[in-house]
């Protein structure tokens, strides 16, 4: 299950900073570290912190919505548990219309480093 949750990370990673670098983008390894500490809270009020930290880092994070929508709803499963009002704003917080009517793109991506 891990190894799952790595691998489309990973495949997350190169789909959103512009497909063809063996490295991931910078902004997304700082996403997977933030996923990272939200399945490991042990409190809400933990949970609930770094879901506002997260929010903020994905909205502003050089990915195409598509790679957005789906590191949400890794987040979304990472705090469903312990905190609810968190999993009801990573909800309200995706980029469904954009999606729908855009395509999914975004022209902002990440520079392969």
């Known amino acids: ?3 799952g949750v790595a691998a489309a990370l ?20 700082k996403l997977d570290g933030e996923l990272a500490a939200m399945r490991a809270a042990k409190t809400p009020a933990e949970a609930s912190r770094l879901t506002d930290r997260f ?4 909205e502003t994070a ?7 929508n789906r590191l949400i ?5 990472a705090v469903s548990g312990l905190c609810p009002s968190c999993f009801q704003a990573l909800e309200a917080d995706r980029p469904v219309i954009s999606i729908r009517y ?3 793109t975004s022209k902002a991506r990440c ?3």
Request: charged letters at 20%; a positive charge; hydrophobic letters at 45%.
């Open 55 to 58: 929010l903020v880092d994905v």
């Open 102 to 104: 855009r395509n999914g």
């Open 62 to 68: 050089p990915i195409d919505n598509l790679s957005r």
């Open 10 to 29: 990973g495949v997350l990673a190169l789909a959103g900073c512009g497909g063809g670098s063996k490295k991931a983008c910078p902004a997304v390894r």
């Open 111 to 113: 520079a392969a480093s």
């Open 73 to 77: 709803d890794h987040a979304a499963a």
């Open 1 to 3: 299950m891990v190894r």
